[in-house]
């Protein structure tokens, strides 16, 4: 099958080349016309010049938190035309840290951030390599700093737009996707110089939700009631029923295993939950958290009887999957291209074909694309979903004494 077609665009100001407004120009001195741009940046295709991309969004286990979204791009430089200091490259002025990048793969974006670092590789030989280093907007947020104030009462969906509306961040208020939240917070004091991410993280620990920098560089919050009816999954197979994957990893032991939860919040009382029949197995394993948010001692309680619920046994689960994209159809390629954080699979595999077929639903917590000229590779980090909330009429979802109805 051909490859997904892959693009690498810059963004380049008025002093690159572009499309720009032209002051006395005939065509490009028009008022009110959409094809020259004034301001801003207009993003410019590179991709003749890419060797190679790599994309790594998200994390690898459940309960980890989420990273800065990471992007290396190589480009031949031979010609020089990536070297800042190269006065005759088209690109002069251009090739300078905190500049857009955005890479699209298929019919989807799949990363959008900010150059960070430009890295040079002369070899005498005259083969010579330009390494762009990008993160996208998480990256931001865990340098920035909260002002000072009280929160009101208010859902966890809405407290993370006020942080996302503070002085101290200024977020685009139509660079969100921000879901209203299951979990009351309470009206706490914000001292000022409180580091954005690491209260956002509490708020994601508080709810329990998700909250990440999706591919086009929205920031993005899901919370614990959002519901993904198994329709919607993507269908990964081992026998030809699915989208054909290529390696895959399976864990199973106790990196989730908790049976005791012990959990805080700020101004308030102390939760303990226990799962006494997996203590007796495998000995006392505790989660721990403090500082959490919530409104009252109630919802604190409700908390520590999921997480013990949620993890007081080991976990078979695929761990990753990795899909070689010039295996795949085009509608394939656009299906696994079309994947975000939080996107639901069904996993079907049968190992060496031996055995009964292991069959689950998982929920993508990471993903990375590896690119070079000839491949692309998309590997997809899991958390599998044995409990999933119960989704009415769901066939996998929809069954009683098995998904929760919530908390």
């Known amino acids: 099958m051909p490859m997904p077609t892959r693009k690498v665009e810059l963004g ?33 295709d590179v991709t003749q010049y890419v060797k190679s991309v790599s994309i790594n969004r998200g994390k ?73 280093a990008a993160f996208d ?18 859902l966890s969906g809405a407290r993370i737009d006020t942080v996302l509306s503070d002085a101290g961040v200024n977020w685009p208020a139509t660079e969100r996707n921000i879901d209203a939240g299951g979990q009351t917070l309470q009206a706490d004091v914000i001292s000022a110089g409180t580091n954005v991410m690491q209260y956002v993280n509490v708020v994601e620990q508080s709810e329990p939700g998700i909250f990440f920098i999706d591919k086009t ?3 993005t919050y899901r919370d614990r009631n959002r519901l993904y009816p ?26 989730l295993l908790y049976n005791q939860a012990e959990v ?77 954080i939080g996107s639901i699979c069904q996993i079907k595999f049968q190992p060496n074909k031996v055995g009964a077929v292991i069959n689950k639903y998982a929920q993508v917590i990471g993903v990375q694309n590896q690119m070079t000229i000839s491949d692309h590779k998309v590997t997809l980090a899991f958390q599998t979903i044995d409990t999933a909330y119960f989704v009415l009429d769901d066939p996998a979802f929809g069954l009683l004494d098995y998904n929760s109805l919530g908390f």
């Open 12 to 44: 380049f100001d008025e002093n690159g080349p572009g499309a720009w407004f032209t002051l006395d120009d005939a065509t490009a001195g028009v008022l009110d016309n959409t094809g020259y741009t004034l301001a801003g940046a207009v993003y410019y």
């Open 60 to 132: 690898s286990r459940e309960l980890d938190r989420f990273n800065s979204g990471s992007l290396t791009v190589q480009f031949n430089n031979q010609n020089r035309f990536f070297d800042p200091t190269n006065t005759l490259s088209p690109f002069f002025g251009q090739i300078v840290p905190r500049r857009e990048v955005r890479v699209t793969a298929g019919t989807a974006v799949q990363f959008y951030g900010l150059v960070d670092d430009w890295d040079l590789d002369y070899n005498i030989s005259g083969l010579s390599d330009a390494t762009l």
């Open 137 to 154: 907007g998480m990256s931001a947020l865990a340098g920035q700093t909260l002002t000072a104030g009280t929160a009101t009462v208010q």
């Open 217 to 219: 560089g929205k920031a």
């Open 230 to 255: 198994s329709s919607s999954a993507v269908l990964l197979s081992d026998d030809g029923t699915g989208i054909q994957y290529g390696d895959i990893k399976v864990n199973y032991g106790s990196e």
């Open 264 to 340: 805080s919040r700020l101004n308030g009382g102390l939760a303990v939950a226990d799962d006494l029949t997996s203590q007796r197995t495998y000995g006392v394993r505790t989660y721990v958290a403090d500082g959490l948010l919530m409104n009252t001692d109630e919802a604190l309680g409700q908390l520590a009887i999921y997480l013990v619920n949620q993890y007081a046994n080991p976990e078979y689960r695929f761990e990753s999957v990795t899909i070689p994209l010039n295996k795949l159809s085009t509608s394939q390629q656009n299906d696994v291209l079309g994947l975000e």
